[in-house]
């Protein structure tokens, strides 16, 4: 009665998550963006435009675990944006307030005057160098081949010494910082971090001290690149291969460059990555102010130059542009194994659930690559729900009166970057003030304003909160994917990030942005798409436990379980047969494949017997001690290269970790309890009548379908031999065999030596 019990509860749930999920699907829609109309009505014919600025908003939190060069090439992709150039602005927010992600920013704007024009001559897609040198037999699409090839030449030597200069910054920084603390230091200051300039750094010291030291230091803002049309030409950018290109008629300007790290203290919550885009969300409302923002994870790149002017299609959209939030493009990662093995690509999710969400209020905010209408940021109502007095004051936005203009500014649908005056001390100081680590405290910051703060999805929660106040939102495809990004390729990072994404889900569930109490702006369709982030990791529990029912195997003493009624039977079959007919369509208009919908099935499988599990019985410690919520932990991007060159080599690395117990249990006791079957067949099997015989079979199919289901995990655990993944065609007959020789050994002991006992 217990199993029977247990199994009708199971499904019931089943029934009910499968709902939340098809729900949404009601009514897929694939926009994408006429850049041509777009084209016409803003670009005007001597060559200006008249689009709106955007502000870019680069985050990083560990020049280590975030290498360096992945978020250089992001800023590099960045400054050569098909865009006009004085109406974006781009913002480095680094989190780890380290000289060496400033310095390397500076390298980086000195690369930038050779890199930014070679693309703008010859076309070249995509424009972060490091992707761009690694891509073989593209085709030429710029106006001068007969001169591509030498700059070409010139670009790809100029790009090897700017990576080796950026390899080179800690030692030359270590070096420099030994040499002026020994001519200048006094007492109590001998370990400090120098600028190149000879200032003190005041953010994290190399050698950690007081008020220099990581979670401890001031706030820094540095205009690395000057508006291009401010008052102050751009300065002249030294690299050696310049003078050796004819770029004669070609735009050499260059966008705003800000580097920026906001100031940190042990008295005050960092609030993570909301925090670090807050930031430089006020601070680029004191320099530029663009009615738009759109921000990226340092580990993407631009992969279509024209990719902010695809968002921009659907903002300026004159049939609903105005009520329209953000557009959010899909996530594609480009250091995936050909197979997905761990289901990196998550097409599933990202090519189908998001498109589906077209037809209602729009996708969710996926944290990368979404474009944001600032006010919507600023938790200001849609056209059709605002109110003509709106209350701008220190209460929702903090003691800063530039800031607070900045935002009436910004009410009044202000379309160009204004170029700020860098010579006024008092604007110095308010752009430190703003980044300072109490400025959010007794505000709206991180509730009502702003990305929203105290859980782990910021991103979540964040689309949730503006979409409650009644705006829309877009999801964007292009034919060439706008964005690429890395992947955590190795399980367990993968799973880590699972957790944290699983975890900040279940924590909104019990906060006060439960989807069940938001208000009636929030289309039904969208609360039901929310709820189902919230609560899809508690089905693992009943997953979990079916994944052990196998085990029945190797209990002694039979248990049955009533053969099903042939009606029932049929029922289960059509039912199975519709759910994978709705895949199949599902696949086809969603433009995804059978592989895709495969990857999503066995990761799904993996995630619920480790990383969800985890993800609840810490919800329920939570809840019962009132503890915090799931920490936040970098993704490792650091990739590991052998001897032979295999770029996937960070794959076959077995990293374990408590959280892979279940799945570890799950997939020893089905390969002991398959074992334990044919050694049963063997011993009982002349006894047998041929019903139990076959229902014997069937109830194998269960186990032999969740090693299936398991092969990436049990991948996993083998480590580099899992380079050949044929290898399991192996090792799990040997396996079985084994564990049915023990069986039958273990038999032949018992009933020869204690006959009492019974197996």
């Known amino acids: 009665m217990w199993f029977w019990v247990t ?227 751009q300065p002249e950018l030294q690299v050696s291969s310049v003078s050796l290109l004819n770029f004669d008629g070609i735009d050499v300007r260059l966008p705003m460059l800000v580097y920026m790290a906001r100031a940190k203290s042990p008295n005050y919550d960092h609030n993570k990555k909301a925090g670090n885009l807050n930031a430089p969300l006020r601070v680029s409302a004191l320099l530029s102010n663009a009615p738009f923002v759109i921000n990226f994870d340092c580990d993407h790149y631009i992969n279509d130059s024209k990719a902010l002017r695809a968002a921009m299609c659907f903002m300026l959209d004159a049939r609903d542009g105005d009520n329209t939030a953000f557009v959010q493009f899909p996530q594609r990662f480009e250091n995936v194994d050909p197979t997905d093995r761990y289901g990196n690509h998550n097409r599933v999710f990202f090519d189908g659930a998001m498109y589906a969400l077209n037809g209602f209020q729009g996708p969710s905010y996926l944290g990368t690559g979404c474009m944001f209408r600032r006010l919507a940021l600023y938790g200001i109502d849609p056209p059709r729900w605002r109110s003509d007095d709106i209350q701008v004051d220190t209460v929702m936005f903090g003691n800063s009166v530039p800031l607070l203009k900045s935002v009436l500014a910004a009410l009044n649908q202000e379309r160009g970057i204004t170029p700020p005056n860098l010579d006024d001390s008092s604007f110095l100081a308010e752009m430190t003030t703003v980044v300072s680590a109490s400025f959010d405290i007794g505000t709206d910051w991180g509730r009502g304003v702003g990305y929203i703060y105290k859980i782990a999805t910021e991103d979540m929660v964040t689309g949730f909160r503006i979409h409650g106040q009644g705006w829309h939102s877009m999801y964007c495809t292009m034919e060439v994917d706008a964005f690429c990004g890395t992947a955590p390729i190795n399980l367990t990072e993968r799973l880590y990030q699972i957790v944290r994404w699983a975890g900040g889900s279940v924590e909104m569930f019990f906060s006060h942005n439960n989807p069940l109490f938001a208000g009636p702006r929030l289309h039904p369709m969208q609360r039901t798409v929310y709820l189902n982030y919230n609560i899809y990791p508690v089905t693992s529990v009943f997953i979990l436990l079916y994944a052990l029912c196998p085990v029945m195997w190797l209990i002694p003493e039979e248990i049955l379980i009533q ?101 570890a249990a799950v997939l020893f006791s089905n390969t002991m309890a398959i074992g334990v079957a044919m050694g049963k067949t063997v011993v009982y099997g002349a006894a047998w009548p041929k019903e139990q015989q076959k229902h014997a079979a069937l109830g194998l199919v269960f186990n032999l379908w969740l090693m299936i289901l398991l092969q990436p995990f049990a991948l996993a655990i083998i480590g580099r031999r899992s380079k050949n993944p044929n290898i399991l065609f192996v090792l799990f007959p040997v396996a079985f065999v084994v564990f049915a020789l023990v069986y039958i050994g273990v038999h032949f002991l018992v009933v020869n030596f204690f006959p009492s006992m019974e197996i």
């Open 7 to 233: 199994s009708v509860v199971a499904n019931v749930w089943f029934t009910f998550s499968w709902l939340l999920y098809q729900l949404p699907k009601l009514n897929p829609i694939k926009r994408v963006p006429d850049l041509a109309v777009l084209q016409q009505h803003y670009d005007l014919p001597d060559g200006s435009s008249i689009l709106p600025g955007i502000d870019v908003f680069v985050t990083t939190a560990d020049p280590v675990d975030e290498p360096v060069l992945y978020t250089m090439n992001c800023v590099l992709s960045i400054l050569a944006v098909d865009y006009p150039i004085d109406r974006y602005a781009c913002y480095l927010s680094d989190d780890s307030g380290t000289l060496i992600e400033y310095e390397a920013l500076v390298e980086t704007a000195n690369f930038a005057a050779l890199w930014v024009p070679f693309c703008r001559k010859h076309s070249i897609e995509p424009r972060a160098p490091e992707s761009y040198f690694q891509r073989e037999g593209m085709i030429y699409t710029g106006r001068s081949p007969g001169e591509f090839m030498n700059d070409y030449s010139h670009v790809r030597m100029e790009y090897e010494e700017f990576k080796a200069r950026l390899a080179a910054l800690d030692g030359t920084i270590r070096e420099r910082s030994d040499v002026c603390n020994a001519i200048k230091a006094t007492e109590g200051d001998a370990t400090a971090t120098w600028m190149a300039n000879g200032t003190e750094w005041s953010g994290t010291w190399v050698e950690p001290a007081e008020n220099h030291m990581k979670g401890h230091h001031a706030g820094v803002v540095q205009v690395v690149l000057e508006h291009p049309s401010g008052s102050k030409s």
């Open 563 to 663: 053969r099903p009624f042939t009606r029932y039977v049929l029922y289960l079959i059509i039912t199975i047969a519709l759910i994978h007919i709705i895949g199949l369509l599902e696949i086809r208009w969603a433009g995804t494949n059978w592989l895709d919908w495969w990857r999503n099935e066995q990761f799904f499988t993996i995630a619920s017997l480790s990383a969800y599990p985890t993800v609840l019985l810490h919800m329920v410690v939570k809840l019962l001690t009132r503890g915090k919520g799931i920490r936040f932990r970098v993704t490792s991007k650091q990739t590991t290269m052998e001897d032979d060159g295999d770029k996937y080599a960070e794959m076959y690395e077995l990293r374990w970790v408590p959280i892979m117990i279940p799945a």
